[in-house]
Structure formats: C-alpha cells, structure tokens
C-alpha cells in the first residue's frame, strides 16, 4: 500500500470509534469512506472531527461512472457501500461473525471465493460431508458451514449491480 503511516493510524482511531449504531464487529471495520458505518465524532481527536466535517460539509463519497472489477473486488464487504438496506440486516448476523473472524472474509472477491466453493456431494444440513464442510469445520472451527455458506449468496445479493463486479 503506498499510504502515508498517519493514514494508517488515522484509520484506526476512526475503527476504534464507531456510533452505536449500527453495531459493527471490529472485524469489519475497514473504512468509513468505502463502508456504511460512521464513526463517532465526539469522541474523536480534533484533527480527525476537522477531516470529518469537511467531508459530510461537501458530501465526500466514492463515486465512479464505471467500475473497475479488479478494484470492486477489493472493497470491503462488510457494510458495502454498493449495497441495499438488506444488507445492514446481515452484516450482524451470528454467521456473519462467523465470516469475519473464523473464514476470515473481509472483501467482496473473498466473499466470492466462498460463494464459488461447490460439490456435488453437497448436501444443505448440518451433517453434510463433502470436503469443503468438512474442511471448514476442521480447520476453521465452523459449526454450520452451509448456513455460512448461505448467508453469502444472501449477502452477495445485496449488492447493486453497478457494484456487482
């Protein structure tokens, strides 16, 4: 990444602090500028607040006329910002923390990823044994791997399609 270092320290205290709500699992804490969520200004330091206002002031988003499918598939997936409302309903799930810290999913490409994962020795219960089930449930402790598995797809149909890489 060719960012200056406060950037990165600046992120970190944005992630740090979040509004109340919507709940963010600290895992999905990426960036307010490519996500949903919102810090909170109060308790920030006032160079940060300074930033922030200026940016609500001019409505600083990102937006693209077309979109680069490499780059789309490197935003952050949780709280997207090409997203519907349904998705703030997901992002919160017990599975979606499942996603986030034992899968370790935090773009839209590693989402994918997990989408694209099939066998036909797949079966939608919790004793499935196909490798990737079982796989998942050895390596990453995963408890449900098909409710994981559907919850993708469910997020992944959230996204609008001019985000849809």
């Not at 006032?46 to 988003?61: D, E, M, S």
Request: aromatic share 8%; net charge positive; with cysteine.
């Amino acid at each position: 990444e060719n960012r200056a270092p406060w950037a990165h320290i600046a992120q970190a205290i944005l992630a740090k602090h979040t509004q109340k709500a919507p709940i963010v699992h600290p895992a999905a804490r990426e960036d307010p500028f490519l996500q949903t969520w919102k810090p909170a200004i109060t308790k920030l330091p006032a160079h940060l607040k300074r930033i922030l206002k200026v940016a609500r002031k001019y409505n600083l988003q990102w937006e693209t006329i077309a979109n680069n499918p490499e780059v789309t598939r490197l935003l952050p997936i949780w709280f997207h910002l090409g997203a519907n409302e349904q998705l703030n309903k997901l992002n919160n799930s017990y599975y979606a923390e499942c996603l986030q810290e034992r899968h370790k999913v935090c773009t839209f490409k590693e989402m994918e990823m997990v989408s694209i994962r099939s066998s036909p020795l797949h079966h939608q219960n919790r004793d499935c044994k196909c490798a990737h089930c079982e796989l998942d449930r050895s390596n990453l402790g995963c408890q449900k791997p098909y409710k994981c598995r559907k919850l993708v797809k469910d997020i992944l149909k959230c996204i609008k399609p001019k985000w849809d890489p």
